[in-house]
């Protein structure tokens, strides 16, 4: 299973970016996917997850801000971050839950991260 995580860069405080993540692989069907981050210095932490119905849970201080969505066709998920803040800088990573086969064994996989940087 490989993801491919897109859509990070440079934004200005209160600007916005999307971030894409596309799974591919042999796998049945991707169960759950989702985001966290890691900024400098500190332990990598949630920020949303979405299941394959379209659950989508979040880091309660992310919520009005952050929307995760996804393709399940494609599979790829998406993180739409608006009004972003300096303290938004991190790394994201993109992770994915899949199910090997139809009622099988389950794989956890990361994405090689993309930097978000927000500018003060």
């Known amino acids: 299973v490989q993801l491919q995580a897109s859509g990070g860069g440079l934004v200005q405080a209160g600007g916005s970016l999307r971030l894409s993540c596309l799974v591919s692989?042999?796998?049945?069907?991707?169960?759950?996917m989702g985001w966290y981050r890691q900024a400098p210095g500190k332990e990598r932490e949630l920020v949303a997850t979405i299941t394959r119905d379209g659950r989508a849970t979040y880091d309660d201080s992310l919520k009005g801000r952050f929307t995760i969505s996804r393709d399940s066709k494609k599979p790829t998920a998406y993180l739409q971050m608006n009004n972003l803040r300096a303290e938004d800088t991190a790394i994201y990573y993109c992770?994915?839950?899949?199910?090997?086969?139809?009622?099988?064994?389950?794989?956890?996989?990361w994405g090689q991260g993309t930097q978000v940087t927000v500018s003060s």
């Open positions: 692989g042999n796998f049945y069907n991707a169960v759950t």
């Open positions: 992770n994915v839950e899949v199910s090997l086969r139809f009622g099988g064994p389950r794989q956890n996989s």
